[in-house]
C-alpha cells in the first residue's frame, strides 16, 4: 500500500482489494463484521440548466454492502444539534443529514466504500480501497464519494456552457479532463482540517453523440472513462452480445490503479477514455469488482438479458408506460438481479469464481466467492423527446 501498513491476503473469501505499495509481508486477515441486506437506491439526480441532447438514460441502480459504511466525518456531515437553544426546524443546518462539500449535498450514493451515481447523461461507479479503514484517519468511501461528486459536477459545468443547437452539435466532451478535476478538487477537499487518507477506482460513461447530414441525423456516442478494476459494459439484449466492456488496470494482482493518498496514479495520466458509438435500445452498466469478481461475463449478459425479457413480460413490478428493452423501471429491475447473483456467489465459500480462478493463476490458495462490496447502475439508451423541441 502506498502508506506504509498491512497487505490483505488473497483469499477470496476474505479478501479486499490494496492500496498501492511495493510487496509487503506479515499479511493480516481480514473478516467482515456482518452482511447486510441488499438494499436498491433510486437517485434522482437533477439535470437542472443542461441542454437536451438527442438521447437520454434510462436508470436504475442495485447495491450490497459487506459492512455498514463509515459515517462522513466533519465538515462532510453536519454535527447533531448538541443544545436545547438550537433552533427546532427540521431545515436548520444542525439537523440536516445530508453531507455536504463547499456548501453543497454531495451527489451519488455510499455503498460500503463504494459510491455511484446516476442521472439522465451520466452513470459511475467508483470502488474505494477498503484496506483503508484500518487507517485512523482512513476513509476509503469518502474518497470514491467526493471524486464521483466532483466528477458529475465538472461534466455538467463543461457541458452548461454549450446551449444552442450550433453549440452542442460542435461539442466534444472531455471526461478524463473533468475527472483530473475531480481528483484535484478532492485532495484539497480533504487536505483540511484533517488529512482524510483513502484511494478509489474510478469508472463512468458519458452519452453524447454525433451528427450526420449537418445535424439531420445523429447517432448516439459513449464516453467511457477508466481508472483501475471497476467496470464500464455495453450490452445488446436482443442480440444477446457485449458491444464494449473495459479493460482492467491493475499494479499487480488484487492492487488495482487507484486515486488518491500516496498513489502514483493520475486521471491525465493513467485513465482511459474510449468512444463507443451505441444504438438506442442497448444497456450499458457501471459496475464496481464486486460483480465482476464473482461472475463470468457471460453471466453478467445472461442475468441483464433475462431480466429485459422478464420485465417486457410483466414481470417486476406494475408500471404505466412502454416496457419494451427495460424501460420505465426495467433497469432497476436488471440492477436487482445482477446484484442478487453477484452476491449468491459472493457469499459461496464453495463456489467457483473469476477471481478465484486469477488468484490461482498467481500462485495464491483461493477458493469460493469473494466477499465485497456490490454496486450495479444500469442505463437503458433512450430517444430524447425534448430534443425535437429544442
Not at 14 to 33: A, Y
Not at 314 to 329: L, M, P, Q
Not at 358 to 382: N, P, Q, R, T, Y
Request: aromatic share 8%.
Amino acid at each position: 500500500m502506498s502508506f506504509l501498513g498491512l497487505l490483505l491476503p488473497n483469499i477470496a473469501s476474505t479478501s479486499t482489494k490494496r492500496p498501492f505499495s511495493p510487496p509487503l509481508g506479515n499479511r493480516v486477515p481480514w473478516k467482515p463484521r456482518f452482511l447486510p441486506t441488499t438494499k436498491t437506491i433510486r437517485l434522482f439526480s437533477s439535470n437542472h440548466g443542461l441542454p437536451p441532447l438527442p438521447y437520454r438514460f434510462d436508470t436504475g441502480i442495485a447495491l450490497f454492502a459487506k459492512r455498514t459504511p463509515r459515517p462522513f466525518p466533519p465538515p462532510f456531515l453536519s454535527p447533531p444539534s448538541g443544545s436545547f437553544s438550537d433552533p427546532l426546524s427540521t431545515h436548520h443546518q444542525s439537523r440536516d443529514r445530508r453531507a455536504r462539500v463547499n456548501g453543497d449535498i454531495i451527489l451519488g450514493r455510499t455503498n460500503g466504500d463504494d459510491a455511484v451515481f446516476a442521472s439522465d447523461y451520466f452513470i459511475c461507479a467508483n470502488d474505494g480501497v477498503g484496506a483503508w479503514t484500518t487507517r485512523p484517519r482512513g476513509h476509503a468511501g469518502l474518497w470514491s464519494r467526493l471524486i464521483l461528486h466532483f466528477w458529475a459536477t465538472a461534466l455538467r459545468e463543461d457541458a452548461i456552457k454549450y446551449q444552442t443547437i450550433e453549440e452542442r452539435l460542435a461539442y466534444k466532451p472531455d471526461p478524463v479532463a473533468c475527472l483530473q478535476q475531480a481528483y484535484e478538487n478532492t485532495v484539497k477537499a480533504t487536505a483540511e482540517p484533517v488529512d482524510w487518507q483513502g484511494t478509489t477506482t474510478a469508472a463512468g460513461a458519458q452519452i453524447h453523440f454525433k451528427s450526420l447530414d449537418g445535424g439531420k441525423k445523429t447517432v448516439p456516442l459513449l464516453y467511457v472513462t477508466n481508472l483501475g478494476d471497476c467496470q464500464v459494459m455495453v450490452l445488446r439484449p436482443k442480440d444477446g452480445a457485449v458491444v464494449y466492456k473495459t479493460k482492467e488496470q491493475w499494479h499487480w494482482f488484487d492492487c488495482p490503479r487507484q486515486l488518491g493518498t500516496n498513489s502514483p496514479d493520475t486521471p491525465e495520466k493513467d485513465a482511459v477514455m474510449d468512444v463507443v458509438e451505441i444504438r438506442v435500445g442497448d444497456v450499458v452498466l457501471a459496475m464496481t469488482d464486486g460483480v465482476i469478481d464473482n461472475m463470468w461475463e457471460h453471466e453478467i449478459v445472461e442475468s441483464v438479458v433475462q431480466s429485459v425479457e422478464r420485465w417486457e413480460r410483466g414481470d417486476g413490478g406494475n408500471v404505466e408506460g412502454d416496457r419494451t428493452g427495460g424501460a420505465n423501471g426495467g433497469m432497476k429491475f436488471a440492477a436487482e438481479e445482477l446484484v442478487t447473483a453477484a452476491k449468491m456467489v459472493a457469499l459461496d465459500p464453495y463456489a467457483e469464481s473469476p477471481f478465484m480462478e486469477h488468484a490461482i493463476e498467481e500462485g495464491l490458495a483461493s477458493i469460493g466467492g469473494k466477499l465485497d462490496d456490490i454496486s450495479v447502475v444500469a442505463a437503458l439508451v433512450k430517444n430524447n423527446e425534448t430534443w425535437q423541441a429544442s
